[in-house]
Protein backbone atom coordinates (compact mmCIF):
# COMPACT_ATOMS: atom_id res chain seq x y z
CA UNK A 1 0.00 0.00 0.00
CA UNK A 2 2.48 2.63 0.75
CA UNK A 3 4.40 2.09 -2.69
CA UNK A 4 0.85 3.28 -4.58
CA UNK A 5 0.41 7.38 -4.87
CA UNK A 6 -1.66 8.45 -2.23
CA UNK A 7 -3.42 10.58 -5.04
CA UNK A 8 -4.05 7.33 -6.96
CA UNK A 9 -5.24 5.38 -3.85
CA UNK A 10 -7.57 8.77 -3.12
CA UNK A 11 -9.06 8.46 -7.05
CA UNK A 12 -9.67 4.89 -6.33
CA UNK A 13 -11.42 5.18 -2.73
CA UNK A 14 -13.58 8.47 -4.17
CA UNK A 15 -15.66 5.64 -6.37
CA UNK A 16 -16.81 3.40 -3.49
CA UNK A 17 -20.06 4.06 -1.34
CA UNK A 18 -20.17 6.04 2.27
CA UNK A 19 -21.14 3.18 3.73
CA UNK A 20 -17.75 0.86 2.61
CA UNK A 21 -15.37 4.03 3.11
CA UNK A 22 -16.36 4.10 6.56
CA UNK A 23 -15.40 0.53 7.06
CA UNK A 24 -11.86 1.44 5.73
CA UNK A 25 -10.78 4.22 8.54
CA UNK A 26 -9.72 1.27 10.80
CA UNK A 27 -7.24 0.01 8.29
CA UNK A 28 -4.67 2.56 9.10
CA UNK A 29 -3.94 5.87 10.13
CA UNK A 30 -3.20 7.52 7.29
CA UNK A 31 -6.16 5.79 5.59
CA UNK A 32 -8.03 7.60 8.16
CA UNK A 33 -6.28 11.02 7.74
CA UNK A 34 -7.14 10.49 3.89
CA UNK A 35 -10.78 10.14 4.58
CA UNK A 36 -11.29 12.85 6.87
CA UNK A 37 -9.35 15.24 4.62
CA UNK A 38 -11.98 17.73 3.24
CA UNK A 39 -9.87 17.91 -0.65
CA UNK A 40 -11.02 13.58 -0.74
CA UNK A 41 -14.30 14.67 0.78
CA UNK A 42 -15.05 16.96 -2.15
CA UNK A 43 -13.77 14.49 -4.47
CA UNK A 44 -15.82 11.68 -3.63
CA UNK A 45 -19.14 14.68 -3.46
CA UNK A 46 -18.64 15.94 -6.70
CA UNK A 47 -17.53 12.48 -8.64
CA UNK A 48 -21.24 11.19 -7.21
CA UNK A 49 -22.96 14.33 -8.45
CA UNK A 50 -21.21 14.15 -11.94
CA UNK A 51 -21.37 10.25 -12.34
CA UNK A 52 -24.92 10.13 -10.30
CA UNK A 53 -24.20 7.65 -7.88
CA UNK A 54 -25.09 7.45 -4.25
CA UNK A 55 -27.97 9.26 -4.91
CA UNK A 56 -31.28 8.78 -2.55
CA UNK A 57 -34.70 10.33 -2.78
CA UNK A 58 -35.47 11.99 0.72
CA UNK A 59 -38.60 11.66 1.93
CA UNK A 60 -40.67 13.93 4.46
CA UNK A 61 -43.61 12.57 6.40
CA UNK A 62 -44.87 15.16 9.08
CA UNK A 63 -42.08 13.81 12.10
CA UNK A 64 -41.13 10.19 9.76
CA UNK A 65 -38.16 10.50 7.03
CA UNK A 66 -37.35 7.90 4.53
CA UNK A 67 -35.01 7.01 1.96
CA UNK A 68 -35.43 5.38 -1.13
CA UNK A 69 -32.13 4.42 -3.23
CA UNK A 70 -32.24 6.35 -6.89
CA UNK A 71 -30.22 3.68 -8.31
CA UNK A 72 -33.06 1.03 -7.60
CA UNK A 73 -36.30 3.16 -6.77
CA UNK A 74 -38.22 -0.01 -5.32
CA UNK A 75 -38.36 0.50 -1.32
CA UNK A 76 -38.99 3.12 0.67
CA UNK A 77 -36.60 2.79 4.03
CA UNK A 78 -37.77 4.46 7.32
CA UNK A 79 -34.77 6.33 8.73
CA UNK A 80 -34.22 6.88 12.28
CA UNK A 81 -33.31 10.75 12.82
CA UNK A 82 -31.58 11.78 16.03
CA UNK A 83 -34.67 13.27 17.94
CA UNK A 84 -33.24 12.74 21.01
CA UNK A 85 -31.22 16.06 20.35
CA UNK A 86 -33.81 17.94 20.92
CA UNK A 87 -35.73 17.83 24.44
CA UNK A 88 -39.01 18.57 23.75
CA UNK A 89 -42.31 16.97 24.10
CA UNK A 90 -43.88 15.74 21.12
CA UNK A 91 -42.22 16.39 18.35
CA UNK A 92 -44.03 17.72 15.01
CA UNK A 93 -43.98 19.07 11.53
CA UNK A 94 -39.66 19.42 11.98
CA UNK A 95 -38.28 20.95 9.40
CA UNK A 96 -35.85 19.21 7.42
CA UNK A 97 -33.55 21.15 4.85
CA UNK A 98 -30.78 19.40 2.64
CA UNK A 99 -27.43 20.33 1.42
CA UNK A 100 -24.44 18.73 0.06
CA UNK A 101 -25.14 15.49 2.32
CA UNK A 102 -26.14 17.35 5.70
CA UNK A 103 -29.29 17.76 6.95
CA UNK A 104 -30.98 20.87 8.69
CA UNK A 105 -33.72 19.48 11.75
CA UNK A 106 -35.17 21.73 13.09
CA UNK A 107 -38.55 22.49 15.39
CA UNK A 108 -41.01 25.19 15.27
CA UNK A 109 -39.61 26.14 18.76
CA UNK A 110 -36.32 27.19 17.34
CA UNK A 111 -34.07 24.11 17.91
CA UNK A 112 -32.17 22.96 15.62
CA UNK A 113 -29.03 19.81 14.63
CA UNK A 114 -26.91 19.23 11.76
CA UNK A 115 -27.68 15.57 11.23
CA UNK A 116 -25.37 13.77 8.48
CA UNK A 117 -27.56 10.12 7.61
CA UNK A 118 -24.63 8.21 5.71
CA UNK A 119 -22.18 8.55 8.80
CA UNK A 120 -24.43 9.27 11.82
CA UNK A 121 -22.96 12.14 12.66
CA UNK A 122 -25.08 14.47 14.42
CA UNK A 123 -24.70 18.33 15.81
CA UNK A 124 -26.91 20.09 17.96
CA UNK A 125 -26.81 23.57 17.34
CA UNK A 126 -26.47 26.40 20.31
CA UNK A 127 -29.67 28.22 20.99
CA UNK A 128 -30.00 31.96 20.71
CA UNK A 129 -32.69 34.27 21.55
CA UNK A 130 -34.63 36.66 19.67
CA UNK A 131 -34.99 40.75 20.11
CA UNK A 132 -38.72 41.21 20.12
CA UNK A 133 -41.59 38.70 21.64
CA UNK A 134 -44.97 37.55 19.53
CA UNK A 135 -43.28 34.95 16.90
CA UNK A 136 -45.03 33.82 14.15
CA UNK A 137 -42.70 31.74 12.79
CA UNK A 138 -38.93 30.23 12.41
CA UNK A 139 -37.49 28.94 9.37
CA UNK A 140 -34.31 27.16 8.64
CA UNK A 141 -32.26 27.03 5.70
CA UNK A 142 -28.73 25.10 5.23
CA UNK A 143 -26.03 26.28 2.45
CA UNK A 144 -22.89 26.11 1.25
CA UNK A 145 -20.49 29.51 1.07
CA UNK A 146 -18.24 29.03 -1.81
CA UNK A 147 -15.58 31.50 -1.24
CA UNK A 148 -15.46 30.17 2.90
CA UNK A 149 -15.92 26.71 2.48
CA UNK A 150 -18.21 26.98 5.20
CA UNK A 151 -21.73 25.36 5.64
CA UNK A 152 -24.31 28.01 7.12
CA UNK A 153 -27.41 27.87 8.90
CA UNK A 154 -29.48 30.47 8.03
CA UNK A 155 -32.64 31.32 10.74
CA UNK A 156 -35.19 33.45 10.01
CA UNK A 157 -37.50 34.71 12.76
CA UNK A 158 -40.97 36.03 11.62
CA UNK A 159 -43.17 38.14 14.17
CA UNK A 160 -46.97 38.04 14.02
CA UNK A 161 -46.77 42.40 13.64
CA UNK A 162 -46.93 43.30 10.01
CA UNK A 163 -44.64 46.02 11.40
CA UNK A 164 -41.48 44.11 12.48
CA UNK A 165 -38.82 43.60 10.22
CA UNK A 166 -38.18 39.85 10.03
CA UNK A 167 -34.83 38.69 12.37
CA UNK A 168 -31.85 37.01 10.21
CA UNK A 169 -29.02 35.16 12.17
CA UNK A 170 -26.33 32.90 10.36
CA UNK A 171 -24.61 29.88 12.08
CA UNK A 172 -21.31 28.84 10.85
CA UNK A 173 -19.93 25.20 11.09
CA UNK A 174 -16.16 26.47 11.03
CA UNK A 175 -16.77 29.07 14.17
CA UNK A 176 -19.53 26.96 16.12
CA UNK A 177 -21.53 30.38 16.41
CA UNK A 178 -24.56 32.70 15.40
CA UNK A 179 -23.84 35.63 14.06
CA UNK A 180 -26.91 38.51 13.54
CA UNK A 181 -27.06 40.06 9.93
CA UNK A 182 -28.93 42.76 8.25
CA UNK A 183 -32.85 41.64 8.35
CA UNK A 184 -35.43 41.26 5.83
CA UNK A 185 -37.52 43.86 5.40
CA UNK A 186 -41.32 43.53 6.71
CA UNK A 187 -42.89 44.28 3.53
CA UNK A 188 -41.88 40.33 2.25
CA UNK A 189 -42.16 37.49 4.29
CA UNK A 190 -39.83 34.32 3.77
CA UNK A 191 -42.14 31.34 4.69
CA UNK A 192 -41.64 27.70 5.97
CA UNK A 193 -41.62 26.54 1.90
CA UNK A 194 -37.84 25.36 1.24
CA UNK A 195 -35.39 26.85 0.21
CA UNK A 196 -33.31 26.38 -2.76
CA UNK A 197 -29.22 26.53 -2.10
CA UNK A 198 -27.06 27.01 -5.51
CA UNK A 199 -23.98 29.20 -6.09
CA UNK A 200 -23.33 29.95 -2.41
CA UNK A 201 -26.94 31.00 -1.51
CA UNK A 202 -30.12 30.07 -0.56
CA UNK A 203 -33.06 31.08 -2.84
CA UNK A 204 -37.03 31.49 -1.72
CA UNK A 205 -40.13 31.91 -3.55
CA UNK A 206 -41.78 35.63 -2.23
CA UNK A 207 -45.20 35.40 -3.01
CA UNK A 208 -46.60 39.38 -3.27
CA UNK A 209 -49.23 38.58 -5.57
CA UNK A 210 -51.02 36.01 -7.54
CA UNK A 211 -49.60 36.05 -10.79
CA UNK A 212 -46.60 35.81 -11.85
CA UNK A 213 -45.27 38.34 -14.21
CA UNK A 214 -42.40 40.76 -15.59
CA UNK A 215 -44.02 44.02 -13.36
CA UNK A 216 -42.55 42.47 -10.06
CA UNK A 217 -45.47 40.64 -8.88
CA UNK A 218 -43.60 37.69 -7.51
CA UNK A 219 -39.89 37.58 -6.64
CA UNK A 220 -36.98 35.16 -6.09
CA UNK A 221 -35.19 36.11 -3.32
CA UNK A 222 -31.31 35.30 -3.28
CA UNK A 223 -29.59 35.25 0.35
CA UNK A 224 -25.86 35.59 -0.49
CA UNK A 225 -23.68 33.16 2.16
CA UNK A 226 -20.40 34.91 1.47
CA UNK A 227 -21.78 38.65 2.06
CA UNK A 228 -24.30 37.52 4.06
CA UNK A 229 -27.20 39.96 2.63
CA UNK A 230 -30.41 39.21 0.48
CA UNK A 231 -31.01 40.45 -3.16
CA UNK A 232 -33.22 39.23 -5.96
CA UNK A 233 -33.35 36.75 -8.91
CA UNK A 234 -35.07 38.22 -12.01
CA UNK A 235 -38.12 35.64 -12.98
CA UNK A 236 -38.44 34.69 -16.71
CA UNK A 237 -40.54 36.17 -19.42
CA UNK A 238 -43.30 33.98 -20.42
CA UNK A 239 -47.43 34.07 -22.66
CA UNK A 240 -50.05 32.95 -20.69
CA UNK A 241 -51.37 33.28 -17.21
CA UNK A 242 -50.10 29.97 -15.19
CA UNK A 243 -52.27 29.43 -11.86
CA UNK A 244 -48.93 29.01 -9.96
CA UNK A 245 -45.45 28.52 -10.04
CA UNK A 246 -42.90 26.65 -8.12
CA UNK A 247 -39.14 27.21 -7.64
CA UNK A 248 -36.34 24.48 -7.55
CA UNK A 249 -33.23 23.26 -8.35
CA UNK A 250 -32.75 20.96 -11.75
CA UNK A 251 -29.13 19.57 -12.43
CA UNK A 252 -27.31 22.26 -10.64
CA UNK A 253 -29.35 25.02 -11.75
CA UNK A 254 -32.22 27.52 -10.36
CA UNK A 255 -35.92 26.47 -12.04
CA UNK A 256 -39.12 27.17 -12.23
CA UNK A 257 -42.41 25.08 -13.32
CA UNK A 258 -44.91 27.26 -14.21
CA UNK A 259 -48.13 25.32 -13.45
CA UNK A 260 -51.19 25.48 -16.46
CA UNK A 261 -53.11 23.23 -14.30
CA UNK A 262 -55.57 21.01 -16.59
CA UNK A 263 -53.41 21.83 -19.69
CA UNK A 264 -49.47 21.44 -19.03
CA UNK A 265 -46.42 22.48 -17.09
CA UNK A 266 -43.42 24.57 -18.42
CA UNK A 267 -39.99 23.82 -16.70
CA UNK A 268 -37.70 27.00 -17.71
CA UNK A 269 -33.90 26.80 -16.25
CA UNK A 270 -31.57 29.47 -15.24
CA UNK A 271 -28.45 28.50 -17.06
CA UNK A 272 -26.21 31.62 -16.17
CA UNK A 273 -26.34 32.49 -12.82
CA UNK A 274 -28.24 35.83 -12.35
CA UNK A 275 -28.43 36.23 -16.04
CA UNK A 276 -31.91 37.12 -16.90
CA UNK A 277 -31.53 36.17 -20.79
CA UNK A 278 -30.68 32.75 -19.53
CA UNK A 279 -33.84 31.70 -18.70
CA UNK A 280 -34.66 28.65 -21.19
CA UNK A 281 -37.82 26.82 -21.50
CA UNK A 282 -36.55 22.97 -20.94
CA UNK A 283 -39.15 21.18 -22.04
CA UNK A 284 -43.47 21.10 -21.75
CA UNK A 285 -45.21 18.59 -20.18
CA UNK A 286 -48.73 17.82 -20.92
CA UNK A 287 -51.17 16.69 -18.53
CA UNK A 288 -52.05 12.43 -19.59
CA UNK A 289 -55.18 12.37 -17.31
CA UNK A 290 -57.04 15.01 -18.13
CA UNK A 291 -60.01 14.21 -15.73
CA UNK A 292 -57.58 15.50 -13.31
CA UNK A 293 -55.66 18.41 -12.71
CA UNK A 294 -52.26 18.84 -11.93
CA UNK A 295 -50.89 19.99 -8.19
CA UNK A 296 -47.81 19.72 -7.86
CA UNK A 297 -45.13 17.97 -11.07
CA UNK A 298 -41.47 18.63 -9.15
CA UNK A 299 -38.53 17.70 -11.57
CA UNK A 300 -35.73 16.09 -9.55
CA UNK A 301 -33.37 14.75 -12.10
CA UNK A 302 -31.98 13.16 -15.48
CA UNK A 303 -31.63 9.50 -15.32
CA UNK A 304 -28.31 8.11 -16.00
CA UNK A 305 -28.76 8.22 -20.24
CA UNK A 306 -30.06 11.41 -19.80
CA UNK A 307 -33.33 10.66 -21.76
CA UNK A 308 -35.57 10.34 -19.24
CA UNK A 309 -36.44 13.02 -16.12
CA UNK A 310 -37.46 11.77 -12.71
CA UNK A 311 -40.92 13.37 -11.06
CA UNK A 312 -42.99 13.88 -8.01
CA UNK A 313 -46.34 13.81 -9.88
CA UNK A 314 -49.07 14.69 -7.43
CA UNK A 315 -52.81 15.04 -8.68
CA UNK A 316 -55.93 15.69 -7.13
CA UNK A 317 -59.49 14.53 -7.65
CA UNK A 318 -61.22 12.97 -4.97
CA UNK A 319 -58.29 12.15 -3.25
CA UNK A 320 -54.78 13.22 -3.41
CA UNK A 321 -52.24 11.09 -5.38
CA UNK A 322 -48.64 11.16 -5.00
CA UNK A 323 -46.40 9.11 -7.13
CA UNK A 324 -43.14 9.29 -8.68
CA UNK A 325 -42.80 9.12 -12.41
CA UNK A 326 -40.42 9.01 -15.44
CA UNK A 327 -41.03 11.06 -18.01
CA UNK A 328 -39.63 11.30 -21.15
CA UNK A 329 -39.73 14.69 -22.65
CA UNK A 330 -38.85 13.66 -26.34
CA UNK A 331 -41.88 11.60 -26.35
CA UNK A 332 -44.29 13.82 -23.62
CA UNK A 333 -45.01 10.25 -21.73
CA UNK A 334 -44.77 9.11 -18.58
CA UNK A 335 -44.06 6.26 -16.84
CA UNK A 336 -45.04 5.17 -13.33
CA UNK A 337 -42.65 4.21 -10.47
CA UNK A 338 -43.72 1.25 -8.13
CA UNK A 339 -42.26 1.86 -5.04
CA UNK A 340 -42.84 -0.03 -2.28
CA UNK A 341 -43.87 1.65 1.57
CA UNK A 342 -44.33 5.38 0.34
CA UNK A 343 -46.05 7.28 2.75
CA UNK A 344 -48.82 8.83 1.65
CA UNK A 345 -47.85 12.24 1.65
CA UNK A 346 -44.74 13.89 1.72
CA UNK A 347 -42.21 15.99 0.62
CA UNK A 348 -39.19 15.01 -1.19
CA UNK A 349 -35.38 15.96 -2.63
CA UNK A 350 -32.34 14.03 -3.81
CA UNK A 351 -30.01 13.57 -1.46
CA UNK A 352 -26.41 12.96 -1.46
CA UNK A 353 -24.41 10.35 0.62
CA UNK A 354 -21.64 12.24 1.24
CA UNK A 355 -18.80 12.51 4.37
CA UNK A 356 -19.12 15.82 4.97
CA UNK A 357 -18.59 16.16 8.41
CA UNK A 358 -21.33 18.05 10.71
CA UNK A 359 -18.80 20.14 12.35
CA UNK A 360 -16.93 21.77 9.33
CA UNK A 361 -14.09 23.04 11.88
CA UNK A 362 -13.33 20.16 13.25
CA UNK A 363 -15.15 20.22 17.04
CA UNK A 364 -18.16 18.85 18.53
CA UNK A 365 -17.83 14.93 17.20
CA UNK A 366 -21.76 13.93 17.02
CA UNK A 367 -20.45 10.50 17.42
CA UNK A 368 -19.84 11.02 20.44
CA UNK A 369 -22.73 12.72 21.35
CA UNK A 370 -24.46 9.36 19.71
CA UNK A 371 -22.95 7.28 22.31
CA UNK A 372 -23.45 9.49 24.96
CA UNK A 373 -27.09 9.47 24.19
CA UNK A 374 -27.06 5.52 23.75
CA UNK A 375 -25.66 4.97 27.11
CA UNK A 376 -28.64 7.52 28.47
CA UNK A 377 -30.99 5.66 27.21
CA UNK A 378 -29.07 2.12 28.02
CA UNK A 379 -29.58 3.23 31.58
CA UNK A 380 -33.20 4.37 31.75
CA UNK A 381 -33.71 0.85 30.74
Known amino acids: MSDIPIDLIAVILSRLPVKSLLRFRCISKPICALLDDRHFIKLHFNRSIKTKSNLNLMLAALNRLYSVSCDSLDVAIELDPPFNAFKEPGIDNLILRFCDGLICLATRYGNAAIWNPATRKYCKLPVVPTEFPGINEIVFDIGYDLFADDYKVVRVVNFSSQHLDSEVWVFSLRSNSWKRTKDFPSNFRVGTWRSVPSCGALHWKLDRGKTISPGCNEFIVAFDLATEEHGFLPTPEFLGSPEGWFLGKFEGCICICLNYRAVCLDLWVMKEYGVKDSWSLLFTVSNTYPELSFDVVFPLMYSKS ?22 DPEQDTMEGIDIDGLPEYFCTDIYVESLVPVCWGGENDGKKQHKQEQKKNAKKR
Open 306 to 327: GRKVLMKYRMENHAIIEIFVWY
